[in-house]
């Protein structure tokens, strides 16, 4: 009896992860969408940056030179594009697209699933609360 209660347990016990897999994955995948969005807003506001420290300099007095012109305009340029193919990898059209395939029965593309690590996985107080 001892026997077959354990081996019930360990099959019941075994199998519950696998309830929860599809739900876990989707929310993997949301929050690492999220984290990447999140990070091309922060290159947007590094361009945008770059811009109002040449706007400042400007107003105190300061002459700007040529060169640091020329740099501004790349560096502003490189987070821009920068931001522009991360915001665009990581979009939420995509995102629903990945979604969808996966609850039909598809798979995650690889490139998605190499990304996902286990603080994906992992909810905390900020993912219940935010939105």
Do not use: W
Not at 113 to 128: E, M, N, Q, Y
């Amino acid at each position: 009896m001892r026997v077959f209660l354990l081996v019930g347990g360990l099959l019941l016990g075994s199998s519950l992860p696998a309830f929860c897999q599809g739900r876990d994955t989707v929310f993997a995948v949301h929050k690492l969408f999220r984290a990447k969005r999140s990070s091309a807003k922060g290159l947007q506001a590094a361009k945008d940056s770059v811009a109002s420290t040449a706007l400042y300099a400007e107003r105190m007095g300061r002459p700007r030179t040529a060169q640091e012109a020329r740099q501004d305009a790349l560096a502003s340029t490189g987070f821009a594009i920068a931001s522009v193919l991360k915001a665009g990898d990581y979009s939420a059209e995509n995102e629903a697209a990945i979604i969808q395939r996966y609850q039909a029965g598809g798979s995650i593309p690889p490139a998605i699933r190499r990304k996902l690590k286990r603080k994906h996985f992992h909810r905390t107080s900020r993912d219940i609360v935010s939105p």
